[in-house]
């Protein structure tokens, strides 16, 4: 995609100030103006520290929420540019509200608002990137005085129009923010003092400050999590303050790193329904499943301990059978399975020949269904990332039973199979396999959230929602509910 990589070019552009930036973004197209501007006003974003009630008046969390739409629109596929920039028009925020703001942080915002509109639509596209060029100058000059040395402020603006430069000559790059001159200091200082802001406040501030050094550093957060964040968090909760966007933001990294398999979605008809998953050629597939069918029944028969009740065979057994038309979750399934034996063999079973075949088939099934569709490789990659902190326990297995009924008459008949199927996994097994666990987590906070959204206050969402809560602590350190 664009945004995976900077498109070198012949010629040489240097930025000097405000006309020669406009003079180049006019050659650009509208992506790429956004992420001029993104970029500009993440290296601005510091001078928020200058003001000491920049956190507790609201303003860290709206400047916030406008540089992570604008880098999102930035950084988008086509398909979710129209949505962006409808979240965008919503993260522009009136900056005379903080007119008591001193110059650094006025800057800031300037900086921010600017790529804002920027993202909006393609007609401002041009003038609000160069004004958040400009803006970010001026931070900078502003930061050295406010926080450094006046004898610095002109080193501080040579090193914004070096950035310009080197973003101008390498469009649509997410190197380092600063990647051939030091932060200045000014702006260094600011971002220390904003985080120790944030430190004192009553709000969870944690994620903004990952999500910004990992800009900073030139090694940014998966951009479709960060996508997510800007479409799925609604105006009122943004408004709302950091601690409730805090609350929102943890349960979509929830969603994103559980999202192992097919999603849930609403069809046309209203009824949640399990998105089609990866088409993978009839080929590849069949000969993957054959051959860990054939090395299963061999493991089988070989006196080692491993039998059809065994976790790793009902895994195996249901990824060949109930779900062999889904490449990602027979992927899934069989990793699954291939680390389960991994960890038993030479403990609960034997080193056995047999089992040691059947492990080995499974990895190299998997690498080809891998090497067939990047997002089947990226849910493996998620499905390994996520750790286990503890196993279902009874009362939520006694929960979780009652949860298809509950959800029968909002799903279509595929969904309350796989739902199902997924908690009478969870319930019936020691130690139920992490994949469906992850499934069952994802799958009760979509529906959670989406009752929630419909109806507000219903008792079903409220239910489900909390149960989705106490669940996710299978992977995640949850609050006390």
């Known amino acids: 995609m664009w945004f995976g990589g900077a498109v070198k070019v012949d010629q040489k552009v240097e930025i000097t100030d405000q006309q020669s930036a406009q003079a180049w973004l006019d050659t650009q197209d509208h992506q790429t103006q956004v992420w001029f501007a993104a970029r500009c006003a993440l290296r601005a974003l510091p001078g928020l520290g200058s003001w000491e009630e920049a956190t507790s008046n609201g303003l860290a969390v709206l400047t916030l929420r406008s540089a992570l739409v604008s880098a999102a629109t ?13 979240a965008a028009a919503n993260a522009f925020f009136a900056g005379a509200a ?20 920027s993202a909006t639509n393609s007609t401002a596209a041009t003038t609000g990137a160069s004004v958040a060029f400009s803006a970010t100058d001026v931070a900078a000059i502003n930061s050295a005085v406010e926080f450094s040395a006046a004898s610095t402020a002109a080193a501080a603006s040579a090193a914004v129009r070096s950035t310009a430069t080197f973003d101008s000559n390498l469009p649509g790059n997410w190197e380092a923010l600063w990647p051939k001159v030091a932060q200045p200091d000014g702006l260094k200082t600011g971002w220390e003092t904003l985080k120790a802001q944030w430190d004192a406040d009553d709000a969870d501030w944690s994620f903004w400050v990952e999500w910004y050094e990992a800009i900073l550093n030139g090694t940014p957060m998966p951009w479709d999590l960060t996508h997510r964040i800007a479409l ?56 993957a499943i054959s051959q860990v069918e054939i090395n299963l029944v061999a493991a089988l028969s070989a006196g080692n301990g491993l039998s059809e009740t065994s976790g790793e065979t009902i895994l195996i057994r249901s990824a060949c059978t109930t779900y062999r038309g889904q490449a990602s979750v027979v992927a899934t399934c069989f990793w699954n399975a291939c680390m389960a034996l991994q960890r038993n063999i030479g403990d609960v079973y034997p080193d056995d020949a047999a089992l040691i075949g059947l492990q080995n088939v499974l990895y190299t099934s998997v690498e080809e269904l891998c090497a067939q569709d990047t997002l089947i490789r990226d ?46 996994t969870v319930v019936n097994e020691d130690k139920p396999p992490k994949v469906w666990r992850a ?32 669940i996710a602590g299978w992977f995640f350190e949850m609050d006390e509910q």
């Open 439 to 470: 499934r069952l987590v994802n799958w009760l906070t979509t529906l959670g959230q989406g009752i929630d959204k419909g109806q507000k206050h219903e008792k079903r969402a409220t239910w489900l929602l909390k149960l989705g809560r106490k």
């Open 379 to 424: 849910r493996i990659a998620k499905l390994a990332a996520l750790e286990t902190r503890r196993m279902p326990t009874p009362s939520e297995k006694e929960d979780l039973k009652a949860v298809p009924e509950a959800m029968k008459k909002d799903l279509t008949e595929d969904a309350f199979r796989q739902l199902s199927d997924a908690v009478e």
């Open 98 to 117: 903080f007119s008591g703001a001193p110059p650094v942080a006025r800057s800031t915002v300037a900086a921010t608002r600017a790529a804002t509109r």
């Open 74 to 86: 930035a950084t988008c596929p086509a398909a979710e540019l129209h949505g962006l920039a409808n």
């Open 232 to 287: 799925e968090i609604t105006d009122a909760e943004w408004k709302a303050g950091q601690i409730v966007v805090a609350g929102r933001i943890a349960e979509i990294i929830q969603s994103y790193k559980t999202n192992v398999g097919p999603r849930l979605v609403l069809n046309s008809d209203g009824l949640w329904d399990v998105e089609d998953d990866v088409a993978v050629p009839e080929e590849p597939m069949s000969f």
